[in-house]
């Protein structure tokens, strides 16, 4: 056998080989290397929690958002329905009352009518009076006056309580 320089590398191999085996540095790599993949390992598994979290979060919000939705439009329906109640019991009010003022000034119409209609007979029953008492001292003596005044005094008396104003 000779000795050569390629012996002399395959012993320097298997020394180097040895001493890296003796120093157990193929297991310290192979620690090294299975910590860095349970580190890879969690981290997947902690992004896939992220994750499920994450949809779980989207998916809570989307049906916070469509309830959200839901219920704004039922308050503006019911809103709606208020505005239109109130509109329609506003109008009815507003009617009452005009057809309740509207009867309050008949009755005052009618009122003043009846009121003006006394006083026009008043004043006439005042005028025929005058009126009477003026041609009566003029035209007929004194005895046949009284008679006469007293007669039409009655007679205006008796018209007035059948007219009953």
Request: charged content about 35%.
């Amino acid at each position: 056998m000779m000795i050569d320089a390629t012996f002399w590398v395959a012993i320097s191999f298997f020394i180097f080989v040895g001493g890296l085996i003796y120093l157990k540095v193929p297991h310290k790599i192979n620690n090294s290397l299975s910590d860095q993949i349970d580190k890879i390992k969690n981290e997947l598994e902690e992004a896939e929690k992220l994750k499920s979290e994450a949809k779980n979060l989207l998916s809570d919000y989307e049906n916070k958002i469509d309830k959200s939705k839901k219920e704004t439009k039922e308050i503006i329906n019911l809103a709606k329905e208020n505005s239109e109640k109130i509109i329609i019991e506003k109008t009815q009010k507003f009617h009452q009352m005009t057809e309740e003022r509207k009867k309050n000034i008949e009755i005052k119409i009618n009122q003043m009518k009846e009121n003006a209609l006394k006083d026009i007979k008043n004043s006439s029953i005042k005028i025929s009076i005058e009126a009477a008492k003026h041609l009566i001292k003029n035209s007929i003596d004194k005895e046949k006056l009284e008679k006469l005044y007293s007669k039409n005094i009655e007679q205006i008396k008796t018209e007035l309580k059948q007219s009953k104003f």
